[in-house]
């Protein structure tokens, strides 16, 4: 019977993005579920699922500490965060949680 043993791989940081001279940090990772829901809904006609899919991976990929001040953030006119720019942080965000450099276990 054939057997393969996998392992998890967590960068030791996370990585950060910037708005209008603002930083975000991300996570060192988030679930593999949240990935999922965002890659498998990433091409939906519906606005609405887009937008709690982009919500949802955003909301489990930002630290804690700064959960409130990017709502608060987001949601300030006078920043112009869009649903085109949301769109765009939400695939860098998957991009860089889902990259696996395949480290060997020690």
């Given at each position: 019977?054939?057997?393969?043993?996998?392992?998890?791989?967590?960068?030791?940081?996370?990585?950060?993005?910037?708005?209008?001279?603002?930083?975000?940090?991300?996570?060192?990772?988030?679930?593999?579920?949240?990935?999922?829901?965002?890659?498998?809904?990433?091409?939906?006609?519906?606005?609405?699922?887009?937008?709690?899919?982009?919500r949802n991976?955003l909301?489990?990929?930002?630290?804690?500490?700064q959960?409130?001040?990017?709502?608060?953030?987001?949601?300030?006119?006078e920043?112009?965060?869009?649903l085109?720019?949301?769109?765009?942080?939400?695939?860098?965000?998957?991009?860089?949680?889902?990259a696996?450099?395949?480290?060997?276990p020690?």
């Amino acid at each position: 019977m054939a057997r393969k043993s996998f392992s998890t791989y967590i960068p030791e940081r996370g990585e950060e993005f910037e708005i209008n001279g603002t930083t975000f940090r991300l996570k060192a990772a988030v679930p593999g579920d949240v990935l999922l829901d965002f890659l498998s809904g990433a091409d939906q006609e519906d606005p609405s699922a887009m937008a709690k899919t982009i919500r949802n991976l955003l909301d489990s990929a930002i630290v804690p500490e700064q959960l409130e001040e990017w709502h608060t953030f987001i949601r300030k006119e006078e920043n112009g965060v869009n649903l085109n720019l949301l769109s765009e942080i939400a695939g860098f965000v998957s991009e860089v949680l889902s990259a696996n450099p395949q480290k060997q276990p020690l």
